[in-house]
């Protein structure tokens, strides 16, 4: 029940505060495509968590949620082939945005060095093989088609305005799409009361903004996918 409280808030975050940013520029709101997105983050939540415990387990037990991450990124697959969505419109494409490369590739080596001196200054215990494994495919595998892919899509759907910042259009999608990405991690209830770590918001929260960019950029998630599992693995092997 405390799953099924947690992500009730943070639907309700985003409707309720997309809301009322989309009805500040009423011409250019679209709210099904904010009830799109409010049920896509339902959608991941649930398939992550089997339900809510609803659906057997179909894989062994094991440290890691593997059979959670599997059905949300069938769920997300699925959701990018109907055609209000498409794969290559949410980024789910191995093709890179003609000269995008070359100042995405420098932006993704800073982003590297970021998460490796982290690691050196806040390594890690030693980690079993499974942990490596999963560090290493799953976090980005699952979350950035999501995230930075159809999440992201219905989201600049919603908010049609658009400002050029660093290369790119940037529109109140990626500032909501980041969001749930960072509340999803620092935001939960438990023991009567929601909690909220802004220190977790921040970490990752602000680096998502990053891939979001890379996204909008490149017009593939493959970089934000190959960072996103670089991130989580790296402080695995200081």
């Known amino acids: 029940m405390n799953g099924v409280i947690g992500i009730a808030g943070v639907v309700a975050l985003l409707i309720v505060v997309g809301g009322l940013v989309g009805l500040a520029q009423r011409d250019r709101f679209a709210p099904r495509w904010l009830i799109a997105a409010a049920g896509l983050v ?17 894989l062994p037990d094991a440290d890691w949620n593997w059979q959670g991450k599997l059905t949300a990124l069938a769920a997300t697959l699925v959701v990018a082939t109907f055609p209000a969505f498409g794969w290559r419109r949410s980024g789910l494409t191995l093709r890179q945005a003609r000269g995008s490369l070359t100042s995405s590739i420098p932006v993704a080596l800073l982003y590297c060095l970021f998460f490796a001196i982290l690691a050196y200054v806040y390594p890690s ?6 942990t490596v494994a999963f560090q290493l ?4 595998l699952e979350e950035e088609p999501f995230y930075r892919g159809i999440l992201l899509l219905a989201l600049d759907r919603t908010f049609l305005a658009r400002w050029r910042f660093l290369g790119v259009d940037w529109g109140w999608g990626a500032v909501f799409s980041c969001a749930p990405f960072g509340l999803a991690h620092a935001f939960g209830y438990a023991h009567g009361a929601f909690s909220f770590d802004p220190l977790t918001m921040a970490l990752t929260a602000l680096p998502s903004f990053i891939a ?9 998630v493959l970089l934000p996918i190959l960072l996103h599992n670089f991130g989580n693995s790296i402080s695995l092997f200081a």
Request: charged content about 20%.
């Open 42 to 58: 339902i959608l991941n939540d649930a398939m992550l968590t089997r339900a809510y415990g609803l659906l057997p387990r179909l």
């Open 125 to 130: 215990d030693p980690a079993s093989r499974e």
């Open 137 to 140: 495919t799953m976090p980005g």
């Open 212 to 220: 979001v960019w890379l996204r909008l950029r490149t017009g593939s």
